[in-house]
């Protein structure tokens, strides 16, 4: 009996896993209350699951906030940028729908693109911010660098969010109840499984530096 609680056990490793999840989902629910935080939020998320693929066996709690203070700045500075940006798009074409005369219709669809192109950076920009000790300027650049050098593992994180926000849409209560039962967290674990193995082969691009302190 006293061997199935070894820490080198595989089941004790899978339930300690999913404990972290489950903590580290409600540390993100919890911080992002307050909606600005959202981005910093996100970034300390991501540098506790790619840790847990790397078996590092973080402290969640002592980790996610050491992570979301160290970050808190370059993190929000990105998603209230990205958000103004998004808000802009989104109004546009709401504009070019409903406002302009129907021959203007096509107008929109060049927004769309702009809105994929911030997406797609989006999709790497916190993850970085998490791991790399740049400036916003480098995370931008490697952010784009990254999304087209792992063009299909961009396709599949906007195609996985945007369904998920389709979920959210059309089944509401269950893709909610999901979403703050472990949802973000496992979301946040799928991507990390590709994340952490970009941020392997392309080491030598971006600067790998983790913080192991």
Not at 66 to 74: P, Q, T
Not at 96 to 120: E, R
Not at 205 to 211: A, G, L
């Amino acid at each position: 009996m006293s061997s199935f609680f070894n820490s080198n056990n595989p089941a004790m490793k899978f339930l300690t896993n999913v404990c972290n999840l489950l903590f580290v989902n409600l540390c993100f629910i919890i911080s992002c209350i307050p909606l600005f935080t959202i981005g910093a939020s996100i970034t300390a998320m991501f540098k506790i699951t790619i840790a847990i693929l790397a078996g590092d066996s973080p402290s969640v709690f002592k980790d996610y906030i050491r992570a979301f203070k160290e970050n808190f700045k370059k993190s929000t500075l990105v998603f209230i940028g990205s958000a103004l940006l998004i808000s802009l798009f989104v109004y546009e074409i709401y504009i070019a729908i409903y406002v302009l005369p129907q021959q203007f219709s096509w107008t929109q669809y060049p927004i769309y693109f702009f809105l994929i192109v911030i997406c797609s950076l989006l999709c790497y920009a916190f993850p970085l911010i998490g791991w790399f000790d740049e400036n916003l300027k480098e995370i931008i650049k490697n952010s784009a660098l990254l999304a087209i050098l792992n063009f299909p593992s961009t396709v599949f994180f906007i195609v996985t969010s945007a369904a998920v926000g389709l979920a959210m849409y059309q089944y509401t209560v269950i893709t909610a109840s999901l979403l703050l039962f472990m949802g973000f967290a496992l979301i946040a674990l799928l991507y990390s499984i590709f994340l952490k193995r970009i941020f392997e082969k392309n080491g030598a691009v971006i600067s790998y530096r983790p913080d192991k302190d």
